[in-house]
């Protein structure tokens, strides 16, 4: 992943994108360890039924540094509000989090947009951080289009949201097979 070291030491809000499995946590873990100490706000919420995801959430906990402040099952855009620590802030990641407000505001079979509020407030809180911000969000819409509607509605929601946060970022890489590419 040799493609971090160009990343500019002034960009304050990276993107990281990429598939399941494609190893994007772990880069933009290096990118935020690289920006001195860390807050890493992880956005899952775990569901104790649910032990492949346990085992997912265990394998992320382990990995990470013992000096990483951590803020569990946190909304990025209320966390984002407040005063910036020093380094970095870690978001990991856009999808989970994305999954837990459709399913705060019962939206998987409301019409699109009915999360708009909880999206709106995420894209506005990102664009006022004034702290170094890394982002990690998957990137779900290259393979063919779901078959029910709650992944149809999962896709278009999160491909929406990227190109938003896109926009206000100042650098973005797509994870592909464990390798960088830097898009911006």
Not at 31 to 51: F, K
Not at 64 to 70: L, S
Not at 83 to 112: F, H, N, S, V, Y
Request: with cysteine.
């Amino acid at each position: 992943m040799s493609d971090r070291s160009s990343t500019s030491s002034r960009a304050h809000r990276i993107l990281v994108l990429g598939g399941a499995r494609s190893g994007k946590s772990a880069f933009a873990e290096v990118l935020a360890a690289e920006g001195g100490p860390v807050r890493y706000i992880a956005t899952a919420i775990p569901d104790p039924a649910d032990l492949d995801f346990a085992e997912r959430i265990a394998r992320h906990r382990d990995r990470r540094p013992a000096d990483w402040t951590v803020l569990e099952s946190a909304d990025p855009a209320m966390v984002l509000t407040a005063a910036p620590p020093a380094g970095t802030t870690l978001i990991d990641d856009i999808g989970t989090w994305l999954t837990a407000r459709i399913d705060a505001r019962a939206a998987w079979d409301a019409p699109r947009g009915t999360i708009a509020p909880d999206t709106d407030a995420l894209v506005a809180a990102v664009t006022a951080y004034p702290g170094r911000l890394v982002i990690v969000t998957p990137e779900v819409g290259m393979g063919v289009i779901p078959a029910t509607r709650s992944g149809r509605l999962f896709r278009d929601e999160i491909g929406t949201l990227n190109q938003r946060l896109a926009q206000t970022c100042d650098e973005a890489f797509l994870i592909v097979a464990g390798l960088p590419l830097r898009l911006k």
